[in-house]
C-alpha cells in the first residue's frame, strides 16, 4: 500500500510538473507581468501629462512670446490623454493601437521638449523658484518613463519568447491562445526612449 501511494504521488508529480512545462502557468504568468509593466508606462505618462497645468501658469505669467508654443504642448497633452487611444492589456498584442498611442505620447513629448527649449533662453524664467521645481520634476518624470518603458519591453521579450518556445508553446496556442505582445518601439529609431532634458541654464551646466 505504502509502494502504491508513493507510486500515486510521484505519478501525480509528474502530471503536474508536465502540465507547468506546457505553458499552462508560465504562458499567463508572463502575461500578467506584461500588463502590470504596461500599466507602470501608462503611468508614467499620465504623470508627465499632470505637470503641465504647472508649466501653463508659468508660462502663461512670464513668456508671453511662448504662449502660442505652449498652446501646441496643451493640444498634444490632451490628444495623448484621450481615453480612446489608451490601451488596457488586451490590447497589448494590437500593433495599430500601440503605434497610435506611440504617436500620440511622441508628439506630446516632442513639444514639450521644444516649448522648454524656447523658455530657457528667459533669465527671469530660469531664475524662478516654480519654473526650477518644475525642471527637476520633469527630468525626473522623463526618467521614470524610460525606466518604465524599459521594464516593459523586456516583459514583452519574455512573454513572447514564452509562447514560442517548446513545451510552453503547446499550452499558449492550444490552451490560451496567446498572442504575441507588441513592445513600445517608435517609427524613429530610439524614439522608445524617452527624451533627456538638460534644463541646466549656462551658469549650472558650467558649475
Not at 497610435?100 to 511622441?106: D, H, P
Request: aromatic fraction near 6%.
Amino acid at each position: 500500500m505504502n509502494q502504491f501511494a508513493a507510486f500515486r504521488a510521484s505519478i501525480v508529480a509528474a502530471a503536474a510538473l508536465a502540465i507547468s512545462a506546457c505553458g499552462i502557468n508560465s504562458v499567463p504568468a508572463a502575461e500578467e507581468t506584461a500588463k502590470a509593466k504596461w500599466a507602470d508606462v501608462e503611468a508614467a505618462f499620465q504623470e508627465r501629462a499632470n505637470l503641465v497645468p504647472n508649466l501653463e501658469q508659468i508660462v502663461m505669467s512670464s513668456a508671453e512670446q511662448e504662449r502660442a508654443t505652449l498652446e501646441s504642448v496643451i493640444q498634444a497633452r490632451a490628444s495623448a490623454t484621450r481615453p480612446e487611444i489608451q490601451l488596457d492589456g488586451n490590447d497589448l498584442s494590437d500593433a495599430d493601437k500601440m503605434a497610435q498611442y506611440q504617436q500620440a505620447q511622441n508628439t506630446f513629448g516632442g513639444a514639450l521638449s521644444r516649448l522648454m527649449a524656447n523658455v530657457e533662453a528667459y533669465p527671469e524664467l530660469r531664475s524662478q523658484d516654480n519654473f526650477g521645481r518644475f525642471m527637476t520634476q520633469i527630468e525626473g518624470q522623463e526618467n521614470r518613463i524610460r525606466v518604465a518603458i524599459r521594464d516593459y519591453n523586456e516583459a514583452v521579450r519574455a512573454y513572447n519568447t514564452t509562447i514560442r518556445t517548446f513545451p510552453d508553446t503547446i499550452g499558449a496556442n492550444i490552451i490560451h491562445g496567446a498572442e504575441p505582445m507588441v513592445p513600445y518601439e517608435a517609427v524613429t529609431q530610439g524614439a522608445e526612449v524617452a527624451p533627456t532634458l538638460d534644463m541646466r541654464s549656462d551658469s549650472s551646466a558650467a558649475n
